[in-house]
């Protein structure tokens, strides 16, 4: 991150950080995947950057990595429920594919 930037939120599974005109919400599940493109969201309507996955059959998949909410469109308790809501989806997959881990 850089020196200008406020002291992020952090949840579980995300960061969310002031970068002067966006509030910008980054998946700590895609930290290191490279970033393949930047354009319109369309879950969100935000730019986004965006990198490749692939799944077990080598078929790649466009992914979110973070999203910038413009500070004229969203307040930061937007961004925290968009954020919470992400952190749920993760949590519920952490719990079936793991469910010993007591680490939540």
């Known amino acids: 991150m ?10 579980k599974f995300y960061f969310i950080y002031d970068d002067s005109l966006n ?5 700590k599940t895609k930290r ?3 970033v393949r493109e930047r354009n ?7 730019d986004a950057d965006k990198g490749m996955i692939h799944d077990m059959d080598g078929i790649g998949h466009k992914v979110g990595i ?4 413009p500070k004229s469109r ?4 937007d961004v925290i429920k968009i954020a919470e809501e992400m952190d749920a989806r993760y949590k519920a997959i952490q719990e079936m594919t793991c ?6």
């Open 23 to 27: 509030l910008v919400l980054e998946d």
């Open 32 to 34: 290191g995947l490279e």
């Open 74 to 77: 969203y307040q930061v308790e």
């Open 66 to 69: 973070r999203w910038y909410f």
């Open 40 to 46: 319109n969201d369309d879950k969100y309507n935000v």
């Open 99 to 104: 469910p010993d881990d007591d680490n939540s």
């Open 2 to 11: 850089q020196a200008d930037r406020s002291p992020p939120i952090k949840g």
